[in-house]
């Protein structure tokens, strides 16, 4: 049996209702769709951790910077439904613009500290719109759990701070960023590559690992930052946005891994905009 899908709020509630009544707990997956192996992962962590899984598929619009990047957004859901369905997930829901954003609607949840700077800097209400969608999505489903991955890692950080600070009753868990085998992280985005840019892209990934390695063991974080922007632009990235250290913690600029660090990277290549980002390991500095 193919997955269910559900259109409006009044008939996700029931189904979730019904769901509580019989004693389970239920796991939401927030997703705009073009589902690839990262998503179905984290339904799979989701189902590992849940009884009932709900995936959710809305396009929103209010995450966007441009009407042209919205309007290429690859709209999938008939594909979706079919990867979904193999592997388990019991709810799809599909709201419409409508339905999320009825005339009149005039609310925005915005979340301060970690949405500035990064992905925050150069994509202008952004994450006020990546919040306000959260918030949404977490009542309507009314999950006890909630599975995000950590390719989006800033946008990570500010949904678990949105639940936190006002009190919401979920547990939000990242879940590793899956790669192809050269190492380039999955992403919708990724469909928009040329052959040649597709071949140029993993340098992405390349770069931030070896400049993890090299901050891991003890060099000054800023010439090995500014020695990325030089390899990526090498490589055939044509813009770097971002190239930065930031605390695991908190999302604060850190200049070592003094203490657990991220490396995090946006950057275009052609078109398109690609970001990233790697773990630092903390504890393996010399003293020198
Ligand atoms: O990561 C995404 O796909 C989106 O930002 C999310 C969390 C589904 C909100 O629209």
Redesign the pocket.
């Known amino acids: 049996m193919s997955v269910p899908i559900v259109r409006t709020v009044a008939e996700l509630r029931r189904t979730v209702a019904d769901w509580r009544a019989d004693g389970n707990r239920v796991a939401v997956v ?3 769709g073009a589902l690839h192996e990262g998503h179905l992962s984290l339904v799979r962590a989701a189902l590992a951790e849940a009884d009932r899984v709900i995936v ?1 598929l ?1 396009v ?1 619009p209010k ?1 966007f910077n441009s009407a042209a990047d919205l309007a290429a957004y690859p709209r999938t859901e008939v594909e979706d439904a079919a990867k979904l369905t193999p592997v388990g997930a019991h709810l799809l829901y599909c709201p419409d613009g409508g339905e999320m954003y009825p005339s009149g609607f005039s609310t925005t949840v915005s979340v301060a500290g970690v949405s500035e700077g990064l992905c925050g800097a150069f994509r202008p209400g952004h994450f006020d719109g ?1 919040s306000t ?2 918030a949404k999505l977490f009542l309507q489903t009314g999950a006890d759990l909630a599975f ?2 950590e390719k ?1 890692y800033q ?1 990570l950080h500010v ?1 678990k701070r949105l639940a936190a600070d006002i009190d919401m009753p979920i547990e939000v868990t990242g879940c590793p960023t899956i790669r192809e085998p050269d190492g380039l992280a999955l992403s919708s985005r990724n469909v928009r590559l040329s052959p040649e840019q597709r071949v140029v892209a993993p340098a992405l990934a390349r770069v931030l690992f070896s400049l993890a390695d090299r901050i891991a063991s003890g060099a000054p974080a800023a010439p090995v930052l500014a020695d990325g922007r030089a390899q990526l632009l090498a490589a055939g990235y044509r813009e770097v946005e971002y190239l930065e250290l930031r605390s695991s913690d908190d999302l604060s600029p850190v200049s070592d891994a003094a203490r657990p660090a991220r490396l995090l990277a946006a950057a275009w290549l052609g078109e398109t905009r690609l970001i990233d980002n790697v773990p630092v390991p903390s504890g393996t500095l010399s003293n020198a």
Do not use: A, L, S
């Open positions: 927030p997703t705009m959710t809305f929103n995450q990546v969608v959260v995000f991955g989006d946008q949904v």
